[in-house]
Structure formats: structure tokens, C-alpha cells
């Protein structure tokens, strides 16, 4: 496998801190592949952009704000949360706190939850809100879980294990081969696609 020495890509803006949106592109789905690919191999990325525009003002001028669900109640480390609302905030995402103990629903509104390393274990009918809410939206609902490895929370555990197939152990999965790591990142792994009704002609591939 050949080193990366450069790559050249084609973003729309960026700003002082080298951030870039690729907005206004065709086809903007494997610049950060790229841009991995190279970093990893020790090489230089270099993009051309439209504008250079300070990083507040590419929040103000997006068209569209995702709002994100924090979810507290379960005596989440202070810092865990305010880290994680501070780079929401910054990226133009509307963050709502909400307590998941209590009354209040999920709205439709909301694109993604976040469980931020929760101490506590999720109560059966606090699963169940989660649940109801991924299953009766589109499928631009999404589902973010820190796990607070110190903490013991089956029912957390059993719910993405069941629902996801994503057993929360304390271990670490690395590939060592990269001719099976995705832009060369050793977390970044493919696995085989098993023979199924569902996979067809694709089983056996990468």
C-alpha cells in the first residue's frame, strides 16, 4: 500500500480555523475519506475553496439547523455534556437538554439524541421513549451513545445490543492489515458480507 503525499480537493467554504462545508458541491461524499487518507499517511491536504468566511458566519448563512436532544437524568458527567454541546453549538446544531426521567417527549423535530455517558442505568420505559422515537421517524434519525465505562447499565447495554447488534465491552477493535482499513484509519475497518437472502450476488466482498 503506497503513502499519500498530497491530496487536492475542491470545498465550498472554509473558515480561519481550515473547517470547510462542502454545500454548494456535486459530490461531496468522500472528501473526508480523503482528507484521512492523506493526514494518516503523514501527507498534506490542500483545498481550494470559494470564500474564506469566519466560522460564525457559516452558521448564521446555513439554510438548515438539525436539532440534537441531550439527554440528562442520569447523573451524566458535567463534563461530558458540556463538551459535547459546546462542539453542537459551534457546528450550527440547535442542542436541547432534556430529562429523560421526566414527562417530556421526544419531538419529531429533533435529528439526533444523545446519551452522554450516562452513571445511572435507563429504566425500561425510558428504553422504550428511545425506542418509539428511532422507530416512528424517517430514516434521518439518528442515535449517539458515550458510554461511561465505570458505569454498569444493562438495560442501556441490552438495548443497543438487541435493536443495534452493539455489544458495549472494554475492549478495543483494531485492524492491522490495511488493505482492510477504510482511508487507512486501523479503527476504521471492512468486514466480509455474509451469504444471506438480503446481500445476493455482494456476499463474499468487502
Same mark, same amino acid.
Given at each position: ?47 481550494? !475553496? ?60 429533533? +435529528? ?65 492489515? !490495511? +488493505? ?27
Amino acid at each position: 500500500c503506497f503513502p499519500v503525499n498530497a491530496v487536492f480537493l475542491r470545498a465550498s467554504w472554509a473558515d480561519e480555523y481550515g473547517n470547510c462545508t462542502a454545500h454548494r458541491e456535486i459530490g461531496p461524499t468522500d472528501l473526508t475519506a480523503m482528507a484521512q487518507a492523506c493526514r494518516n499517511s503523514g501527507g498534506k491536504v490542500i483545498v481550494q !475553496v470559494e470564500k474564506i468566511v469566519a466560522s460564525n458566519l457559516v452558521n448564521i448563512s446555513s439554510e438548515y439547523t438539525p436539532v440534537v436532544a441531550l439527554l440528562t437524568g442520569h447523573d451524566e458527567a458535567s463534563y461530558s455534556l458540556q463538551g459535547v454541546q459546546s462542539v453542537l453549538s459551534a457546528n450550527n446544531y440547535e442542542v436541547r437538554e432534556i430529562d429523560i426521567t421526566g414527562s417530556e417527549e421526544l419531538g419529531d423535530d429533533i +435529528n439526533t439524541v444523545v446519551i452522554a455517558a450516562p452513571s445511572k442505568d435507563y429504566t425500561d420505559d425510558e428504553i422504550k421513549k428511545i425506542r418509539e422515537w428511532m422507530n416512528n421517524g424517517n430514516l434521518g434519525r439518528n442515535l449517539a451513545v458515550f458510554v461511561n465505562y465505570q458505569a454498569d447499565c444493562p438495560n442501556l447495554y441490552e438495548y443497543l445490543n438487541v435493536d443495534f447488534g452493539i455489544e458495549v465491552t472494554n475492549n478495543i477493535i483494531i485492524e492491522t492489515d !490495511v +488493505n482492510r482499513q477504510y482511508a487507512y484509519n486501523q479503527y476504521y475497518l471492512y468486514g466480509d458480507i455474509a451469504d444471506t437472502d438480503y446481500t445476493g450476488n455482494s456476499a463474499g466482498d468487502k
